[in-house]
């Protein structure tokens, strides 16, 4: 049991590019989420899932999108990269509505 | 607007001693809360929660503490030792799918 991969591990991207962030659970989770994290301050959701089709946006969804065609998986596309969107992404699921969330080891983007 | 506040961005115990991190809410809506721990270039991984309904809960070395009519928890660790030195993030949950919200974090540092 793998848990919650996410790749890469580091990107560094040019202002104006795009990129996809990998997110893949194997434990049957119909909830996924996307978090970012800034230095010193906590997670914020930028959007989540409750089932393959089914998207929502978080507290931070601007210059993100989702998709969800599968239960495994749930990868977020950064369209024209900012250096606002330098951050950590973590990716994250869970068995039932916002219990106990399985985080993936991150992804470290910095935009420059 | 921080509906999660962890006042103290850092926390230093003796090795054997307590630890114990606090953490206050705004939303009235929150039902449910978590306790996350984060060691460097890792994702955070789940501690220990309690639901609204109780005032305590108990896993081995950690306790979890919730006054709901001071909007307040907090995270005691008995005894400390050196592998709890992490980030510890408080979250809160209203019980629905929007996800978590997220205090900033308190880094625990045991000392020997």
């Known amino acids: 049991n793998a848990g919650v991969t996410q790749t890469p591990k580091f990107r560094i991207l040019k202002i104006g590019q795009s990129m996809t962030l990998q997110c893949t659970q194997d434990?049957?989770?119909?909830?996924m989420y996307w978090y970012r994290q800034d230095p010193g301050m906590g997670l914020k959701l930028i959007y989540y899932s409750v089932g393959a089709g089914i998207t929502d946006k978080g507290e931070v969804p601007n210059g993100y999108n989702v998709s969800r065609s599968t239960t495994e998986d749930f990868p977020l596309r950064l369209e024209l990269a900012a250096p606002s969107q330098t951050s950590v992404y973590f990716c994250?699921?869970?068995?039932?509505?916002?219990?106990?969330?399985?985080f993936g080891p991150g992804t470290r983007l910095t935009v420059t | 607007d921080q509906q999660v506040k962890q006042n103290s961005p850092s926390l230093s115990v003796q090795e054997g001693r307590i630890s114990i991190l606090n953490c206050d809410y705004t939303?009235?809506?929150?039902?449910?809360f978590l306790w996350y721990k984060k060691y460097p270039a890792e994702g955070p991984t789940f501690l220990i929660s309690i639901s609204s309904i109780k005032d305590k809960n108990e896993d081995g070395r950690f306790t979890v503490f919730l006054n709901k009519s001071a909007k307040h928890l907090s995270l005691h660790i008995v005894p400390s030792q050196p592998g709890d030195s992490a980030v510890y993030f408080c979250?809160?949950?209203?019980?629905?799918?929007?996800?978590?919200?997220f205090g900033k974090g308190t880094h625990l540092i045991i000392q020997p």
């Open positions: 939303n009235s809506m929150f039902d449910y």
């Open positions: 434990m049957n989770h119909n909830y």
């Open positions: 979250a809160a949950s209203p019980g629905s799918a929007d996800g978590l919200t």
């Open positions: 994250a699921s869970s068995y039932s509505m916002a219990y106990e969330q399985y």
